[in-house]
Every structure is written in structure tokens, then in C-alpha cells.
């Protein structure tokens, strides 16, 4: 009986579900969705692939190639904070669910300045 | 730092846990450091009510016999059983006995909780 | 006398989705012995702790548990702070104390709602759930993620909570209040409810030291022990008073949880209103020094233990977690022989039980 204010203000509520897949909620804003990159600023200075808790950035020096092992990643934004370039950023949107394991491979376009130093 | 840090030997342990018991304290945890040939244990307790942590600390070799405080503290239990299983600490008359499987599957790693040869040289290099 | 069989319960949800079997003696209906088993989510995740840097280890800890994920992350910073000892920022301090709350908060709402669901009361159930979810927006909405936060670094916070989302947080906490007081009400009032939780797997104030409880389910004893009465980060400011009830049965645990909801609503909006400007982290020097160090903080299930041993190097040489639920699984053993096969899984539910973190 006490839970009866109860029972009539659900009835004539809406529903608190959202028909997921169909209607989506904005992600809010500084929400850790995944990992952008951008190649033209990135000079392969290595300090995200060290820094990193999840081993999810390999780096390959000669290819000039910076690759990211999304299945790896936790998104715990610690490779933008640490990027002294600001190449990489973290954007609210989750990324959608995949089937296999692949590695997103970029090119890094940036080149390193003599002296420059790199991270840490 | 521990504040209220004792060092004892194994042989004073039960009579040291007895008066913890006889004074109403409560059993905090336990935890062992593998210190190369020697473990180190060290147990907490709590002065209840109140937030007030002591703790008694000794080292064994790694064939010694350890006595089981479980039959002072029941709660022991878990705790001395995985210091069995995961450091291979010899407690002998445990309350519950879950005979190395507690944590640990069949084909599970020995003693994963054992130091290797390079975190022991590190930790000498590091230390001082 | 009746004959005994051997009744396992679980590892398939008990209860609740963990993995935990206990292998229950009965004689008819009543249960005359248990024996847990627990085994079934060892991570090893002190030994990778070890292995790891220390600024990584954060998020490993943090993913211990689920549930208090914040406050795992958190006191693994706190450990590692007083191996140099280093002083965090004010702002910090605070930023920590009202997520550290705000996990308290999503995590009782949970747990009531866990309750009605094990005696069978969905609609609460779903009721208690609905109103968890607008915490974990507000969750989301400061640190980046509803569940594992990642906002504690050595040293202070990541991020900082501006004021368009201190007043979102304050008029979210205000309604959360008002909606959870009509559910508690019908918790604490109802006498299905009283019915099923009065009387059952009561333990006495000797008894729940003796056995070394801690969090909810000791105060819930009458045991006024709280490790935030220690202090820390930014309790010493705010007014801060155990609840503490002296039943000792499963309706009390109950009710301590009702008034730690309540308590912990009310100590968010203290801390937004105190909350002081500033630095949001301290940089260390250098690695971790040869030290050891004990952190003891109030998880929504009770104390967490951190212990840390550094060594100089940038991996700590020993890092050893106990979290709250195994310090209250051996009062199983106590409570569960002499009641009915029917109130085992209340009573296994009202110590909070989170398996999967006891077993790291």
C-alpha cells in the first residue's frame, strides 16, 4: 500500500528506457568515447606508446607508422594528456563494436625539429 | 612507516594474537612480502571502536612452519589460506583447509606471488 | 533426525552476478553447515602491480571492482602519496571526497535495489535502478565515464567540475533525494519487507568484531567504527557522523544503508558548497622511496586496505588490497547455519558481497 504513490505516478510516466539502437542519447561532452588522431602533428616522439596503461600504441620508427590496438585501449585519456603535440584527442562518441582484432594504423606527417626535445 | 609496528618471531605469535583478541580488537589483514630467502608477514589489527591500526610483523624461512591463528580469529581463514597458496607459506592447523584451490585452478602458475630473480635484483639496486 | 544432503548455491548467480558457491549443508529445510568457495575471478592483479609503473597501476586498481571503482583508484593514490609523503592540492582533496560519495550513492542505490530484487520485489527493483542511473550521468558528466571513472592521479585529480555542472550535480542530487525517500519509505515501512528481513542472520556487537566485519554491515552491529572518521582528504572538514543501527539482523543493514544514501547525498552538497579553488594536482619527485605505507578508506561495502611498499624504483616492490568483502565473507559462516534455505540468499546479500574484487 505504501508503495502505491508510487505505482500511479509510473502508470501515467513515461517510459525511462530509450529504445537503444534506435533513439541514442547525445554522448555529454567531455565524455571518454575513444581516441582520435591526428597525423599531421604527430612527430612519433614515443611518449603515448610509454606513457600508455594498456600497451594499445605501437610505434614503428621507420614506417613513420603510430598504431592503435582499439581492443587494447580503456580510453583512460592518458595518451592526450601526455601528448606534448597535441595530436591526439579523445572524442565523446563511442566507438561501435567490432569482430575482430585489428590495428588502425597511421601516418605521422610531422617531422622532428633538430633539438626538439621529445617527451620525457 | 607503520605506526605501531612489532617485530616478533614466529613462536610469540599466537601468544601476541591472543592479546589482541583478549583486548577486542579486530583482524585487519594480513599480507607477506617475499623478501628472497625470507617471507616476511605482517598482520593488522584494529582497536574497535576506533580507527587505530597496529600491526606485528615476522619473518620465516620458506620450509618453516608457520602456527594458523584461525582457531583466535576465525576470519583468518581466507587470508592464511591464500598466503598458502599464493606465496607458499607452510600454516599448519587451519580452521578450513581449501588445500591450495581457493584461488588457484589446477593449472594454475606455483606460487605466482614469489618474487623473480630480476624484481629481487631491482628491488636491491633501488633500495638504498 | 532428518538425513543431510549437500545443497551447492551458485557460482551461477546467486543472488546476484558473482561468482561465489556455497556448499550448504541442510537438514530439511534448515541449514546446518557452509563452507564458501571462492576462486572463480583471481586476476592477479598484485603480482601485475608489481610488474607495472606505478602511474599505471591506477587504472589496474581502479578495475577491481566495478562498483567502486573511483575509490579503488583513488586509494591507490592515497598509498602511494604517503610513501614520499606527499601533500595533495585542496581543490583535490574535495574533488575526491564528492566522487568518492557520488560512488557511495549509486552504490547503495544498487544494493537496495539488489535487496528488493532477492526477495522478489521487481518493481522496487526497477524502481531503485531507474533512480541509480541519473548518478551515473552525473558521474559521467564530471569525470568522463559512468563506471570506471579514472579520475585520481598521483598526486591530485584529472579533472575539475565547473560550475555549470556543479549546479546540474546539485539539483540532480536534490531530486535523486526526493525519489529515493519515497522508495526507502516503503523499504523500512512495509511489512512484506520487515517480514522477510527482520530477525535474519542477526549478529551481535562481539560477534561482528570478533569476526572482523567492517563497513555497513558492522555498523549495522552497533559497532560506531567508520574510516572516514579518520579524516582524510576532505572529511576532516565536512560534519560527518557514523550511522550506526543496533539490530544486527539484515533490516538494520538495511537501514544503515538507507541513512549512509541519505548521508552521502547530503555530504556532496556540503562539499559543493565548501569546495575551494585552487591547484587540482601536486607534481611528485621523483619515484616512490623505500617506504610502506597503509591506506584505510570507506568503500560504500566497507574499508578498503591498501598497503604499498615502494623500493626507490619505479615499480612498487609489494602492493597488497583488501577490499571489504573479505573481511565479511567468514560471517557466513556464522550467520547462515540455523536458518531456512529460504533466507540464504538474503542474507548472503546484506553484506554487500562483491566477489570479484575480494578476489583481485
Redesign the interface.
Known sequence: M??L???VR?LFGGP?TRMYPVTTREP?A???GHVEFNEDLCNQCGTCAR?C??IAIDLDKDKKEWILHPDRC?????CA?VCPKDAIT?APQWRAPFYKREAIIYHSKAVKEKGEKTGE | MIDKLKEISKDQLLAEVKKYADAKARFVTGSANDLGDKLEITYFFNASPGMDLSALRFSVGKDEEVPSMTGIYLTAVLIENEMKELFGLKVKDLAIDFGGHMMLAQDSPVLPMLKTEEQLAAGKKGGN | MAPRTITPFGPQHPVLPEPIQLKLELEDERVVGVVPAIGYGHRGIEKACELNEYPKNIYLCERICGICSAIHGMTYCDVVEKLWPLEIPPRASYLRTIWAEMARTHSHLLWLGLLADAFGFESMFMQYWRIREKVLDILEITTGHRVTQSVSIVGGVRRDIDDDQKKHCIEVLKDVRKEAEALNNVLVNDYTVKARTVGKGVLSYDQAIALGLCGPHLRASGVKEDCRTQGYWAYGDLSYEPIVATGGDSFSRAAVRVGELYQAIDLQLEAFGKLPEGELAAKPKGNPPANEAVSRVEQPRGEVFYYAKGNGTRNLERLRVRTPTYANIPSLLVMLPGCELADVPIIVLSIDPCISCTER
Open positions: 505504501i508503495m504513490p508510487t505505482v509510473n525511462a555529454f567531455r565524455a571518454r606513457r596503461p594498456a580503456i580510453i583512460c585519456e592518458v594528456e579523445i
